[in-house]
């Protein structure tokens, strides 16, 4: 049981290891592996909070998407925090790998 709910934990950063970096697909576990081992807290904490974030708006989104519009609404809001939730996740990759200004030009064209 704990082999199973590690295996996404190591694995939280291939993908943004693929964009990123350009990895291919053993090169990026390999990336996700020693970053998550080499900054285990903080990727812990941000693991943990992302997960959060998408089971609290996964119960809120449903009990919106009782109607049309509803749905309409809970599609695009979940979009929307999708869309942020892969972008943190990109900035604290980025800020713990490569050049913070990289992190913080992509932080700025998120929030525009």
Request: proline share 3%; aromatic share 8%; net charge negative.
């Amino acid at each position: 049981a704990a082999g199973l709910l590690a295996v996404p934990f190591f694995m939280f950063f291939a993908n943004v290891s693929v964009i990123v970096d350009n990895s291919t697909p053993k090169v990026a576990l390999q990336k996700s592996l020693a970053f998550v081992a080499g900054d285990a807290w903080p990727v812990a904490g941000l693991i943990v909070l992302t997960v959060i974030v998408q089971l609290m708006s996964g119960i809120v989104l449903t009990q919106i998407a009782d109607t049309v519009s509803g749905y309409v609404v809970a599609v695009a809001a979940n979009a929307f925090i999708g869309t942020v939730l892969a972008a943190g996740s990109m900035v604290f990759y980025l800020a713990r790998t490569h050049d913070a200004e990289l992190a913080d030009s992509m932080l700025e064209n998120v929030q525009e």
